[in-house]
């Protein structure tokens, strides 16, 4: 019915918290940085662009899914733009599947997009711990 | 069968989005986000749907299948189109500004 509401909620929070970040992460490059803050900074993704994934991951769900709303006639272009809200009866089940259902999408993203945070950070490491060795063996070559 | 559909697209995208990396001038990336994000709500959606028709979720009315397969494939066009109008707005390769600086020579 309105499922979809949650996680562009959560879509909206994320495109603040990148747009924060990406003035932080902005500000010490500016100021000037030592070289080995250079070099681990170019090593790592920078947290903001991983956010933009779970960013574009909501609102490409999201997109999709108000379509979707829209083709059932669950959507309207006009006042209230959702049909359920104009009946309390049906206002009631909307909430009901939007706390189950469209927390449910909510969370499920999220725990992928968690899963991806962890694997890009464990390859960032292992990249890491290996760029120090192979620089050993090159010179010992 | 609407998921289905988003999957498959989801999943055709990755590949093309893998065998062009690094290079992200088409930003098919962005058209992955699209549909996997799809593909995993739809994906929650069906759970809820099983969980209450149970067996009967396996078994639709063909008129409803037409019906979510005609949806599944309008909701991979409105991510084509999505894709474009992001493509052509950032414009990574600069074609639609010399075009347009091209013009105004």
């Known amino acids: 019915m309105a499922c979809f509401l949650v996680p562009a909620a959560e879509a909206i929070v994320a495109t603040v918290a990148v747009k924060v970040l990406e003035k932080k992460e902005e500000a010490p490059v500016r100021s000037g940085l030592g070289l080995a803050q250079e070099h681990d900074l170019s090593q790592k993704t920078p947290f903001s662009r991983k956010l933009k994934w779970l960013r574009n991951l909501l609102w490409g769900g999201c997109l999709l899914l108000a379509f979707e709303h829209l083709w059932h006639g669950e959507i309207v272009p006009w006042f209230p733009f959702l049909t359920a809200a104009s009946d309390p009866a049906e206002t009631a089940s909307m909430l009901h599947e939007m706390a189950t259902v469209g927390v449910a999408m909510a969370v499920s993203v999220t725990a992928v997009w968690l899963v991806m945070l962890a694997v890009s950070t464990l390859i960032e490491k292992r990249a890491q711990k290996a760029g120090p060795e192979e620089t050993e063996r090159s010179a010992a070559v | ?105």
């Open chain 2, 1 to 105: 069968m609407t998921l289905l559909i988003t999957v498959f697209a989801a999943v055709v995208c990755t590949s093309i989005w893998y065998k062009t990396a690094p290079k992200s001038e088409m930003m098919v990336g962005v058209l992955c986000f699209i549909y996997w994000g799809a593909s995993l709500m739809w994906l929650v959606d069906a759970v809820f749907e099983y969980a209450e028709l149970k067996a009967e979720y396996f078994t639709p009315a063909p008129g409803d299948m037409l019906n979510d397969t005609f949806l599944g494939l309008c909701a991979v066009a409105l991510g084509l189109v999505a894709w474009v109008v992001i493509l052509l707005i950032k414009d990574p390769k600069g074609i639609v500004k010399n075009a347009l600086l091209r013009k105004k020579k």
